[in-house]
């Protein structure tokens, strides 16, 4: 008993350790978040040293047995985590004790926490990664499910924020599928390279027992062992991939968001949200805002913070580890919980757009959005170069904007003043469904580019 409160080291140390130390060093309240996968792998850790007969098969039962109660503890919450005891390495081997006694001292054999940790978050980094994954397929499901019922709708397309071409809403929100792609591929490509599992590099430089890494790393999950002892205890290039792919996919949420915001505006009126994503105004009684599109839009600077964070953290770190590396848990499990709820937000926001077809359509039809397609069409029929084209348009345009009129407006006379000769088929180049669909090149906005990219798109989902 009157060894309960003291730490693995308290043999080598005199007098008490500080206060302000124990607060600042310990880790607990933020890595108890990584109990399962210590348990799993310090499970199958024991299993390979009573496997290599390194540890007696008795005690390895023992201490087994010990941390599946210990699970069952924490997941019912009756495990009592304690600061004084650092972080959940420490907890759990502490508690391994009070169940099973002297037995648990067998379990931290060939190892340190310096690899067990590695292992650990490698292994939350995993299920982490598939989580997102899972999330980010939701929002483009939802995006593709919005661009079906909008392929034919039209919409201003816009550059510097001015009106440009005419395109679909449909295209538009695909756009956002073609990122959301790549955020997986990201995730995906760090799963891939954390696939090497650390445990057994031991302290830095390896161990002279005669461990099995190879039984390890598959048991866990892992494709290998890891190559180098000492990469091993330094890397945190996994936990800076994924708080940089969180990071981009943020970004890419927060344009979507910032977009929804400016085109629900009231000088836009493009989209309005339903009631359910809206709050209203303490004192102006007419209000609905889109608060959840704001916070989505804001919740990428967490997300950025955080990897600047660990980037910082790890500048200059000599090798091989060091407690500074400690708070990088606390950046990646907050980056997670803000880019889970910005995903889940994302895709309900996307569900409750709904598209203003008619407004879309008049605005599309503002600015001139077809004098690229009048261009397009003195090359295509009349042998000019494209400057040359350019430049009629321009003088046509510059027209139509004296005499207050749209380009779709003006008469074939009016037209025909900058360029003689034209008849009536001309004119179709001014209205603005026909400028979407003559857009069929690869990846283009046309109706049937659109339908054909959404086939392919849901095969891929
Ligand atoms: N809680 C520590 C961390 O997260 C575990 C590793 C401790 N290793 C050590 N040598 N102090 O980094």
Known sequence: ??????????????????????????????????????????????????????????????????????????????????????????????????????????????????????TDFKLWIKDASKEILKDISLVMKNLLKKAEKNTDTVMPGLTHLKNAQPISFAHYLLSYFEMLKRDKKRFENNLDLLDECPLGSAAL????????????????????????????????????????????????????????????????????????????????????????????????????????????????????????????????????????DTLTMSAELINSVNANKSNMLFMANQGHTTATDFADYLVKNKSLSFRQSYSISAKLVNFAEKNKKLL???????VKKFYKDLDKSALKVFDVKNSMNMKKSHGGTSIINVKSMIKKYKKEI
């Open 408 to 414: 779709s407006e003006l008469s074939l006379e009016e």
């Open 1 to 118: 008993m009157k060894n309960k409160n003291k730490t693995v080291w308290s043999n080598r140390f005199k007098g008490k350790t500080s206060q302000s130390f124990q607060k600042i060093g310990s880790s607990i309240h933020i890595d108890k978040r990584l109990y399962e996968q210590d348990i799993a792998a310090s499970i199958v850790h024991t299993q390979m040293l009573s496997k290599q007969k390194i540890i007696k098969s008795e005690d390895a039962n023992k201490i087994i047995n010990g941390l599946k109660k210990i699970k069952a503890q924490i997941d019912k919450g009756n495990f009592e985590f304690k600061e004084k005891f650092e972080d959940i390495h420490l907890n759990i081997e502490k508690a391994l004790f009070d169940i099973i006694g002297p037995s648990a001292g067998y379990m931290h054999t060939a190892r340190s926490r310096n690899d067990q940790v590695v």
């Open 205 to 340: 430089s390896g161990t002279s027992y005669k461990i099995d890494r190879t039984y390890t790393a598959k048991k866990l999950g892992f494709k290998k062992p890891t190559d180098n002892s000492i990469d091993s205890v330094s890397d945190r290039d996994f936990a800076i991939d994924f708080l940089y792919a969180s990071a981009v996919c943020a970004m890419h949420l927060s344009r979507l968001a910032e977009d929804f915001i400016i085109y629900n505006s009231d000088a836009f009126k493009l989209i309005s949200f339903k009631d359910s994503m809206l709050t209203g105004s303490s004192i102006m009684p007419q209000k609905k805002n889109p608060d959840p599109a704001e916070l989505i839009r804001g919740k990428v600077g967490i997300n950025y913070g955080k990897l600047n964070a660990i980037l910082t953290i790890m500048k200059g770190l000599p090798m091989s580890y060091f407690k500074d590396m400690q708070d990088d848990k606390e950046l990646v499990f907050s980056g997670f919980d803000t880019l889970k």
